[in-house]
């Protein structure tokens, strides 16, 4: 059985753990870059690794004792969860770093870390949610998996219905506009990275036409320490379109590939904002768009004062902040969220921030780009 093709009866962890590092792999196979002229992309995204690798078994079974996972991702089947980018986008930062911490240890020439009981329940606890959370049998996209079909039959009716109800993009050119000030401020909220930003679908509603829903959340942050003063003036921004003759697929962390012209062939859309989802005019959409504008040059402004520690040792709160979804939805409180993820993600980044900043961290990315051996097997 090929990586590709691990369905969600599988729960073997090493090959749950080849299917993510694949993923991985093609992810930054299609990367032209990882730099950014602000920020240390790089390094705090090892930071957030490293944080992960340590943390990432104790939130699961903290998780699991209120809520099964398979409860997890049932509850998980709804449009706009804040960060649902999380559920398949972030393991792969749980993969990496525990790769990071086997290749501080000496791996591949013979040293590893003693981890493998927290990976094995992280793996088959997110399989188990991941199975549920799909409806298509698979674990992640690959192959003729074109997406992230994760919506019942009536959820999907409902949304495509109210997007026909209101016809086709008026302004085509104001809605791209809007789409990219709501991409924009995401990006600039977290740090030079989409981690608000999710698509699901596509869904088939037969002739030839397909739903596909774009959610823009985490537009008013809680856990970064600069969002509470960054806060958009509504909870999160979810359009529902009804495309004729498109083909898109969603990759595993929630990107979405399709043609740039696609807006002109939606016959179709709903724009649903806050806590409420409420359906708003496009005119409603493009002021709250723009008015993301001071925001942003308020967020460059606080970047351009960080130091080099600081571009570094956010990684960890920032990572930590893609679980607010799965802790919202398992019942959790932003008090106990704070205890069980966010202080413990950046307790356990504080003891790399150091070393990383000098530049002294494993070479994880010629491991993810080259010839390597496999990651160390998970010994159950």
């Not at 109800?165 to 085509?172: C, K, N, S």
């Not at 959610?215 to 009804?242: C, F, K, M």
């Not at 590939?257 to 062939?265: A, F, G, M, P, Q």
């Not at 004062?305 to 802790?327: S, T």
Request: hydrophobic content about 40%; glycine content about 10%; some cysteine.
């Amino acid at each position: 059985m090929s990586t590709a093709d691990v369905r969600a009866t599988v729960l073997d962890p090493n090959e749950i753990e080849a299917l993510n590092l694949a993923g991985v792999r093609t992810l930054m196979g299609a990367r032209t870059a990882l730099e950014a002229p602000l920020l240390d992309v790089p390094g705090k995204m090892i930071h957030g690794n490293y944080a992960m690798a340590h943390t990432l078994p104790s939130i699961a079974r903290a998780i699991e004792e209120r809520v099964p996972a398979e409860e997890l991702g049932r509850r998980l089947k709804q449009t706009s969860v804040q960060m649902s980018i999380g559920l398949g986008g972030l393991l792969f930062t749980y993969v990496l770093g525990r790769l990071q911490r086997h290749l501080d240890a000496g791996w591949p020439d013979g040293g590893r870390v003693d981890d493998d009981e927290g990976a094995a329940f992280v793996y088959s606890w997110w399989a188990r949610a991941m199975r549920e959370y799909r409806n298509d049998g698979r674990l992640l996209p690959g192959g003729d998996a074109r997406g992230w079909p994760i919506l019942g039959d009536a959820d999907v009716k409902e949304l495509a219905g109210l997007a026909l109800e209101r016809g086709p993009v008026q302004d085509t050119a104001g809605a791209r506009r809007s789409i990219a000030q709501l991409e924009a401020f995401i990006f600039m909220l977290h740090a030079d990275a989409r981690d608000g930003i999710n698509h699901h679908g596509p869904y088939d509603l037969g002739d030839g036409r397909i739903l596909l829903v774009k959610e823009h959340t985490d537009i008013q942050n809680l856990y970064l320490p600069w969002g509470p003063d960054h806060r958009a003036s509504e909870s999160r921004v979810v359009l529902a379109l009804v495309l004729q003759d498109v083909d898109c697929r969603i990759d595993f962390v929630g990107g979405l590939h399709i043609d740039e012209d696609y807006l002109s062939r939606c016959v179709g859309f709903e724009v649903l904002v806050g806590d409420d989802l409420r359906s708003v005019s496009e005119q409603e959409w493009h002021e709250l768009a723009e008015s993301l504008g001071p925001l942003n040059r308020s967020l460059l402004k606080h970047y351009m004062g960080w130091d080099e520690r600081q571009k570094v040792d956010h990684g960890a709160v920032q990572y930590g902040n893609v679980l607010r979804g799965w802790m919202e939805t398992a019942g959790f409180t932003e008090a106990e969220t704070r205890r069980i993820v966010i202080d413990p993600m950046v307790a356990a980044g504080e003891r790399y921030t150091d070393r990383i900043v000098g530049g002294d961290f494993p070479p994880i990315w010629d491991f993810v780009g080259g010839d390597y051996p496999p990651v160390p097997s998970i010994r159950t």
